[in-house]
C-alpha cells in the first residue's frame, strides 16, 4: 500500500493515489492525481475514478505516495468528493485483514462496508449538443426517435433509450450519433445520499406586539379565515414546543398548505429550511434504576476482572438470567469514559426489540445498524458514528464495518448464532469471529454472550483462550420451565393428535389463553407445505432454476423456491399423468397459523417468519402486538427462539424437534440443542415458571433427553469426542470451495483438476470434489472441495496464501472457462 510520507503537499508535486474500487479485482489500482487537486486529496477520501473504456467509479484513497505504477500509465483521477475521510485507516486495515482471512479481495469488502448511497451510482447520460443544429430531414427513423425525446426531455439515459427504441443494444447508434455532433454523452457521478430536509416556520418578530398581533388576527378573520386559523395554531403550538415544522402547522390548523404559504408571501410567517435526523427519537429521561441480583454482580464483578487478565470474554448465562442488564452496566461504564460500544444481536427482529429497552438508559447517543435501514438512514447513522455522536451502535453483522473513532467494547449477543455468518456474497466473514480482531485493533474489550456457546467460543475459554464467566440462575429466582416431551407417534395411534397439534400441546394452549396468557408456536419451515405429490405417479413439482422441491404458499396460491425466488402456479391437474389426486405433504409456519384458526376461532393469533416480515417495521409492528396482548398465539420460525422477553408467554409448542436433529451436518446436534433451549427459554421469564411442549417421533432422542436437564455440558462432551475423532472444529478448520458451473459435465472435469492441484500442496487434507445437499442453484450446478487442516503445526496464513494461488493458477487455464470459485473459510 502506497504511504505519503510528507506533511505538506506541494503545489506541483506529482502525486498518485492507490484506490480501493468497489470490484472483485485482485490488486488495488493507482491513479495520478492533478496538480489543482494535491491539496484536497487523503486517505479515506472518496475519489471519482474512470476504470476501464468508460466506466466512471467512487474508489477510497488507501494510500498517497509519488512513484507511477511500472506496468500501465497512470490515469488521472476525475474528482475529489468528500472535504473529510468517511473512512479511518484502521477501517482499510480491517478490510484488509478481512480479505486475507477470508480469502477475497478488498473491493469485495468496500461493497459490504460502505452504504449504498457512499458508492455513486454511474449512469452513462445523453443530451442534444446545442451548438449542432439539428437537421432532421437527414436522420434516419431511430435517430429521429431519440432526438425527438430529447427535446421534450433534455437527458437521457442509455436504458431509457433502449426503452425507446425497443431493442437492447443502441450504443453504436449513439456512437454514429456522437460521431455526427447530434448528441453529447457523458458518464455522471450522481451522490444518492439526499439529507432529510424540513420546513421550519416562525412568526414574523413585529408580531410579538400584542396589539400588532390582535389587529393582524383582526384582518385575518373577516378576510382569510384560514390563514387566521393557521396564525392562532401557531401560538398555541409556540406555548409548548421551540421548534414547529411545516407539516405540524399544518395538522393542527387544519387550514391546508395554500393558506401557509400565503402567509409566508405576505411575510407574517418566515419559512426555513434545515436539514434533520430520520434517526430521532424522542429523548426518554428514565433512569437506569434497575437493581442487579446478587449472582448478577458477582457475575458483573468477575467481568471486570477478567478483562483485566484477557481482552475476550464468554458469558455462559442461563436463559433469562439478566445478561442484558449486565450489557447495560458495563455500556454505562463505557460511556463515562468517553469511549463507543458495538453491541451485536444476531437478528433484526432482535435490534427492534431491545433498541426501546436500551433508549430507556441512553436516549438519542444510542444508534441502530442493520440492512431493514434505507439507503439515508444508513449513511446518517455511518456518519454520526464517525464524527463519535452515537457513543453506542446496536446492529446486525454489518455494523462490525462502521467507522468507530474510540472503540472500548464489544458486545455479541447470542454469539453462538449462525446469522452472524454471511454466505453469500463475498465476503464471508463471521461478524463475531470480526468482531474479535476488531477488537484487537482497537484495544477494546470483547463480551460474547450466550446460554448455549458455539462449541469453539467454550473451547477457547475452557482452554484458557478466553476468560469464562458464568450466571446459572434466572433473574427474580423464577425456576426453568418445565419441559414435556410427546411422541406424535403415540398421539396418532391413539387418534388424539388434531392435525398437527398433540392432546397435550392443545390442552396447554387452551389453559394459557383461558388465563390470559401468551403462547409461542416454534415450527422450522415458513410456507404452507414444502411438498406437493401426486398420489398416483408420485410426481412432485421441482424449481426450474434449482435442485429442490417448490414450496405451496397458499397466502399466494403459488409454489415458491426459496433458494432463487422462482414461483409458479399451483397446479390442480398432475402434469405427468393427468391425475388430479395432489395432495400437499409437510407443513410450514403458514398452515400452523391456518390450522390454529380453525382449531381456536376466537383466539388472536400472528406469524413471524420471512414472509410476515419483509416490510422495515413489520418485525417491530408484531413485537409491539404482542407486548401489548393483541396477539395470544404467535407462530413462527427460528426468529421467534432468539433473544424475545415477554412477560405474558408462559407456554412454548414446539411442533416438530425431528426437523432439527435428523440434519445431515457435523453440527446438527449442537444447533438442534441450542435451537430447543433458546425457544424454550421464551417461556415463563417474569415469575410463573413456564411450560415447554416437544412434539417428536424420538422422544428418547440423547438431544432432547440433553434439553430436558438442561445439561449443555454433557451435550459439549460428547459431541467434543466425535468432533476430536472426525477432525471437527474446534480442532481442525475447515475451509470450502464451491466450483460452480452451468454444464455439469464441464463442472465434473473442473472440480476434480482443481482438487488435484490443492492435492499437490495438501494431500488427503483434501476432501471431495462431491455434489451438496443442493446441488444445483439459480441454473449453476455446484461441487464442493472441503479442506480440513490441524490446529497446531500448520501456518494458515501460508495455507490461505497457497489456496489463493491455486485458484488464481486454475483461473488462467483454459479449463476454467465459465466456472465461478468461491472459497469460504471457517463456512458453518
Same mark, same amino acid.
Given at each position: 500500500m502506497l504511504?505519503?510520507?510528507?506533511?505538506e503537499?506541494?503545489?506541483?508535486r506529482?502525486?498518485?493515489?492507490?484506490v480501493?474500487?468497489?470490484l472483485?479485482?485482485?490488486?488495488?489500482?493507482?491513479?495520478?492525481?492533478?496538480?489543482?487537486?494535491?491539496?484536497?486529496?487523503?486517505?479515506?477520501?472518496?475519489v471519482?475514478?474512470?476504470?476501464?473504456k468508460?466506466?466512471?467509479?467512487?474508489?477510497i484513497?488507501a494510500? =498517497?505516495?509519488?512513484?507511477?505504477?511500472?506496468?500501465?500509465?497512470?490515469?488521472?483521477?476525475?474528482?475529489?468528493?468528500d472535504?473529510?475521510?468517511?473512512?479511518?485507516?484502521?477501517?482499510?486495515?480491517?478490510?484488509?485483514w478481512?480479505?486475507?482471512?477470508?480469502?477475497?479481495?478488498?473491493?469485495?469488502?468496500?461493497?459490504?462496508?460502505?452504504?449504498?448511497?457512499l458508492?455513486?451510482?454511474?449512469?452513462?447520460?445523453v443530451?442534444l449538443n446545442?451548438?449542432?443544429?439539428?437537421?432532421?430531414?437527414?436522420?434516419?427513423d431511430?435517430?429521429?426517435?431519440?432526438?425527438?425525446?430529447?427535446?421534450?426531455?433534455?437527458?437521457l439515459?442509455?436504458n431509457?433509450?433502449?426503452?425507446l427504441l425497443?431493442?437492447?443494444?443502441?450504443?453504436?447508434?449513439l456512437k454514429?450519433?456522437?460521431?455526427?455532433? =447530434?448528441?453529447?454523452?457523458? &458518464?455522471?457521478?450522481?451522490?444518492?445520499?439526499?439529507p432529510?430536509?424540513?420546513t421550519?416556520?416562525?412568526l414574523?418578530?413585529?408580531?410579538?406586539?400584542?396589539?400588532?398581533?390582535?389587529e393582524?388576527?383582526?384582518?385575518? $378573520?373577516?378576510?382569510?379565515?384560514?390563514?387566521?386559523?393557521?396564525?392562532?395554531?401557531?401560538?398555541q403550538?409556540?406555548?409548548?414546543?421551540?421548534t414547529?415544522?411545516?407539516? $405540524?402547522?399544518? &395538522?393542527?390548523?387544519?387550514?391546508?398548505?395554500?393558506?401557509?404559504?400565503? !402567509?409566508?408571501?405576505?411575510?407574517i410567517?418566515?419559512?426555513?429550511?434545515k436539514?434533520?435526523?430520520?434517526?430521532v427519537?424522542?429523548?426518554?429521561?428514565?433512569?437506569?434504576?434497575?437493581?442487579?441480583?446478587?449472582?448478577?454482580?458477582?457475575?458483573?464483578?468477575?467481568?471486570?476482572?477478567?478483562?483485566?487478565?484477557?481482552?475476550?470474554?464468554?458469558?455462559?448465562g442461563v436463559?433469562?438470567?439478566g445478561k442484558?442488564? *449486565?450489557?447495560?452496566?458495563?455500556?454505562? &461504564?463505557?460511556v463515562?469514559?468517553?469511549?463507543?460500544i458495538?453491541?451485536?444481536?444476531?437478528?433484526?427482529?432482535?435490534?427492534?426489540?431491545?433498541?426501546?429497552?436500551?433508549r430507556?438508559?441512553?436516549?438519542?447517543?444510542?444508534?441502530?445498524?442493520?440492512s431493514?435501514?434505507?439507503?439515508?438512514?444508513?449513511? &446518517?447513522?455511518?456518519?454520526?458514528?464517525?464524527?463519535?455522536?452515537?457513543?453506542?451502535?446496536?446492529g446486525?453483522?454489518?455494523?462490525?464495518?462502521?467507522?468507530?473513532?474510540?472503540?472500548?467494547?464489544?458486545?455479541?449477543?447470542?454469539?453462538?448464532e449462525?446469522?452472524?455468518?454471511?454466505?453469500?456474497?463475498a465476503?464471508?466473514?463471521?461478524?463475531?469471529d470480526?468482531?474479535?480482531?476488531?477488537?484487537?485493533?482497537?484495544?477494546?474489550?470483547?463480551?460474547?454472550?450466550?446460554?448455549?456457546?458455539s462449541?469453539? #467460543?467454550f473451547?477457547?475459554?475452557h482452554?484458557?483462550?478466553?476468560?469464562?464467566?458464568?450466571?446459572?440462575?434466572?433473574?427474580g429466582?423464577?425456576?426453568?420451565?418445565?419441559?414435556?416431551?410427546?411422541?406424535?407417534?403415540?398421539e396418532t395411534?391413539?387418534k388424539?393428535?388434531q392435525?398437527?397439534?398433540?392432546?397435550?400441546l392443545?390442552?396447554?394452549?387452551?389453559n394459557?389463553?383461558?388465563?390470559?396468557?401468551?403462547?409461542?408456536?416454534f415450527?422450522?419451515?415458513?410456507?404452507?407445505a414444502?411438498?406437493?405429490?401426486?398420489?398416483i405417479?408420485?410426481?412432485?413439482?421441482k424449481?426450474?432454476?434449482?435442485?429442490?422441491?417448490?414450496?405451496?404458499?397458499?397466502?399466494?396460491?403459488?409454489l415458491?423456491?426459496?433458494?432463487?425466488?422462482?414461483?409458479?402456479d399451483s397446479?390442480?391437474?398432475?402434469?405427468?399423468c393427468?391425475?388430479?389426486?395432489?395432495?400437499?405433504?409437510?407443513?410450514?409456519?403458514?398452515?400452523?397459523?391456518?390450522e390454529?384458526?380453525?382449531? *381456536?376461532?376466537d383466539?388472536?393469533?400472528?406469524?413471524?417468519?420471512?414472509?410476515?416480515?419483509?416490510?422495515?417495521?413489520?418485525?417491530?409492528?408484531?413485537?409491539?402486538?404482542l407486548?401489548?396482548?393483541?396477539?395470544?398465539?404467535?407462530?413462527?420460525?427460528?426468529?421467534?427462539?432468539?433473544?424475545?422477553?415477554?412477560? #405474558?408467554?408462559?407456554?412454548?409448542?414446539?411442533?416438530?424437534?425431528? #426437523?432439527l436433529l435428523?440434519?445431515?451436518d457435523?453440527?446438527a446436534?449442537?444447533?438442534?440443542?441450542?435451537?430447543?433451549?433458546?425457544?424454550?427459554?421464551?417461556?415463563?421469564?417474569r415469575?410463573k415458571q413456564?411450560?415447554?411442549v416437544?412434539q417428536?417421533?424420538?422422544?428418547?432422542?440423547?438431544?432432547?433427553?440433553q434439553?430436558?436437564?438442561?445439561?449443555?455440558?454433557?451435550?459439549?462432551?460428547?459431541e467434543?469426542t466425535?468432533?476430536k475423532?472426525?477432525?471437527?472444529?474446534?480442532?481442525?478448520?475447515?475451509?470450502?470451495?464451491?466450483?460452480?458451473?452451468?454444464d455439469?459435465? =464441464?463442472?465434473?472435469?473442473?472440480?476434480?483438476? !482443481?482438487?488435484?492441484?490443492?492435492?499437490?500442496?495438501?494431500?488427503?487434507?483434501v476432501?471431495?470434489?462431491?455434489?451438496?445437499?443442493?446441488?444445483?442453484?439459480?441454473?449453476?450446478?455446484?461441487?464442493?472441495?472441503?479442506?480440513?487442516?490441524?490446529?497446531?503445526?500448520?501456518?494458515?496464513?501460508?495455507?490461505?496464501?497457497?489456496?489463493k494461488?491455486v485458484?488464481?493458477q486454475f483461473n488462467?487455464?483454459?479449463?476454467?472457462k465459465?466456472?465461478?470459485?468461491?472459497?469460504?473459510v471457517?463456512?458453518?
Amino acid at each position: 500500500m502506497l504511504e505519503f510520507t510528507g506533511s505538506e503537499h506541494t503545489d506541483r508535486r506529482t502525486l498518485f493515489v492507490e484506490v480501493v474500487l468497489p470490484l472483485g479485482i485482485a490488486i488495488n489500482y493507482t491513479y495520478r492525481v492533478p496538480y489543482d487537486l494535491n491539496d484536497q486529496i487523503a486517505v479515506g477520501k472518496r475519489v471519482v475514478v474512470q476504470f476501464g473504456k468508460s466506466k466512471i467509479y467512487t474508489a477510497i484513497v488507501a494510500g =498517497i505516495g509519488e512513484q507511477a505504477p511500472e506496468k500501465y500509465e497512470a490515469k488521472y483521477i476525475i474528482d475529489v468528493l468528500d472535504a473529510e475521510p468517511v473512512v479511518h485507516q484502521r477501517q482499510l486495515q480491517f478490510w484488509a485483514w478481512i480479505a486475507d482471512y477470508y480469502l477475497c479481495n478488498i473491493g469485495e469488502v468496500m461493497n459490504a462496508a460502505l452504504p449504498t448511497a457512499l458508492k455513486l451510482a454511474s449512469e452513462t447520460k445523453v443530451e442534444l449538443n446545442k451548438e449542432y443544429p439539428v437537421d432532421k430531414t437527414t436522420l434516419n427513423d431511430r435517430e429521429y426517435l431519440i432526438v425527438d425525446a430529447l427535446e421534450l426531455q433534455p437527458e437521457l439515459t442509455v436504458n431509457d433509450i433502449a426503452k425507446l427504441l425497443g431493442q437492447k443494444t443502441v450504443m453504436p447508434i449513439l456512437k454514429m450519433m456522437f460521431e455526427k455532433g =447530434i448528441i453529447n454523452i457523458s &458518464e455522471e457521478v450522481s451522490d444518492r445520499y439526499k439529507p432529510r430536509v424540513r420546513t421550519f416556520i416562525t412568526l414574523n418578530p413585529i408580531y410579538r406586539d400584542q396589539d400588532q398581533l390582535r389587529e393582524l388576527f383582526g384582518i385575518l $378573520e373577516k378576510r382569510a379565515p384560514k390563514q387566521a386559523d393557521a396564525v392562532l395554531a401557531y401560538i398555541q403550538l409556540s406555548r409548548s414546543q421551540k421548534t414547529i415544522s411545516k407539516s $405540524e402547522l399544518v &395538522e393542527a390548523s387544519g387550514a391546508g398548505a395554500a393558506a401557509i404559504k400565503s !402567509l409566508i408571501e405576505k411575510e407574517i410567517l418566515f419559512a426555513e429550511e434545515k436539514i434533520v435526523s430520520r434517526l430521532v427519537h424522542d429523548a426518554d429521561d428514565l433512569e437506569a434504576n434497575f437493581e442487579l441480583s446478587p449472582a448478577q454482580q458477582t457475575a458483573l464483578d468477575e467481568i471486570k476482572q477478567g478483562f483485566e487478565q484477557k481482552d475476550v470474554l464468554l458469558l455462559h448465562g442461563v436463559t433469562s438470567a439478566g445478561k442484558t442488564q *449486565l450489557y447495560i452496566r458495563l455500556i454505562e &461504564e463505557m460511556v463515562n469514559s468517553g469511549k463507543q460500544i458495538l453491541y451485536l444481536l444476531p437478528e433484526i427482529a432482535l435490534t427492534t426489540h431491545i433498541v426501546e429497552r436500551l433508549r430507556k438508559y441512553f436516549g438519542n447517543a444510542i444508534g441502530v445498524y442493520h440492512s431493514r435501514f434505507n439507503d439515508n438512514e444508513r449513511v &446518517e447513522v455511518w456518519q454520526k458514528v464517525l464524527s463519535g455522536q452515537y457513543r453506542v451502535v446496536l446492529g446486525a453483522r454489518s455494523s462490525v464495518f462502521l467507522p468507530f473513532k474510540d472503540l472500548g467494547l464489544i458486545v455479541v449477543d447470542e454469539e453462538h448464532e449462525n446469522s452472524y455468518k454471511q454466505f453469500d456474497p463475498a465476503p464471508r466473514y463471521n461478524a463475531r469471529d470480526a468482531s474479535i480482531y476488531l477488537g484487537h485493533m482497537y484495544g477494546a474489550k470483547v463480551l460474547l454472550g450466550s446460554a448455549t456457546p458455539s462449541f469453539e #467460543s467454550f473451547y477457547n475459554a475452557h482452554n484458557g483462550k478466553y476468560g469464562l464467566v458464568k450466571l446459572t440462575e434466572r433473574f427474580g429466582g423464577v425456576e426453568m420451565p418445565l419441559i414435556e416431551v410427546v411422541s406424535i407417534t403415540e398421539e396418532t395411534k391413539k387418534k388424539t393428535i388434531q392435525s398437527h397439534f398433540t392432546s397435550v400441546l392443545m390442552q396447554d394452549i387452551n389453559n394459557a389463553l383461558a388465563n390470559k396468557e401468551q403462547v409461542i408456536l416454534f415450527q422450522n419451515r415458513r410456507g404452507y407445505a414444502p411438498i406437493m405429490l401426486c398420489k398416483i405417479c408420485a410426481y412432485t413439482p421441482k424449481c426450474i432454476n434449482c435442485d429442490v422441491s417448490l414450496t405451496y404458499h397458499k397466502s399466494s396460491g403459488k409454489l415458491h423456491c426459496h433458494y432463487c425466488g422462482y414461483k409458479e402456479d399451483s397446479p390442480n391437474i398432475c402434469p405427468a399423468c393427468g391425475s388430479t389426486q395432489l395432495e400437499y405433504k409437510g407443513f410450514g409456519t403458514e398452515k400452523v397459523e391456518a390450522e390454529l384458526k380453525l382449531l *381456536l376461532p376466537d383466539a388472536r393469533i400472528a406469524r413471524m417468519d420471512l414472509d410476515t416480515t419483509r416490510s422495515k417495521n413489520a418485525f417491530q409492528n408484531i413485537l409491539n402486538d404482542l407486548d401489548e396482548h393483541r396477539i395470544d398465539i404467535l407462530a413462527g420460525t427460528q426468529m421467534v427462539a432468539k433473544g424475545l422477553d415477554f412477560a #405474558s408467554v408462559t407456554v412454548i409448542g414446539i411442533i416438530s424437534a425431528d #426437523s432439527l436433529l435428523k440434519y445431515p451436518d457435523f453440527r446438527a446436534n449442537e444447533r438442534a440443542y441450542q435451537m430447543l433451549s433458546q425457544v424454550s427459554g421464551r417461556a415463563g421469564r417474569r415469575g410463573k415458571q413456564g411450560k415447554v411442549v416437544i412434539q417428536t417421533y424420538d422422544p428418547g432422542h440423547r438431544v432432547i433427553q440433553q434439553v430436558i436437564a438442561h445439561d449443555y455440558v454433557d451435550l459439549y462432551n460428547t459431541e467434543m469426542t466425535e468432533r476430536k475423532n472426525f477432525k471437527y472444529p474446534p480442532f481442525y478448520r475447515l475451509i470450502e470451495i464451491n466450483i460452480k458451473h452451468k454444464d455439469p459435465e =464441464i463442472l465434473h472435469h473442473q472440480a476434480e483438476a !482443481l482438487a488435484r492441484d490443492l492435492r499437490k500442496h495438501f494431500d488427503d487434507r483434501v476432501i471431495g470434489p462431491e455434489y451438496p445437499l443442493v446441488g444445483r442453484i439459480r441454473n449453476y450446478f455446484i461441487k464442493t472441495i472441503i479442506l480440513k487442516f490441524e490446529k497446531d503445526n500448520i501456518s494458515m496464513p501460508k495455507v490461505r496464501a497457497t489456496i489463493k494461488d491455486v485458484i488464481t493458477q486454475f483461473n488462467t487455464t483454459k479449463l476454467s472457462k465459465g466456472s465461478v470459485i468461491q472459497p469460504d473459510v471457517d463456512p458453518y
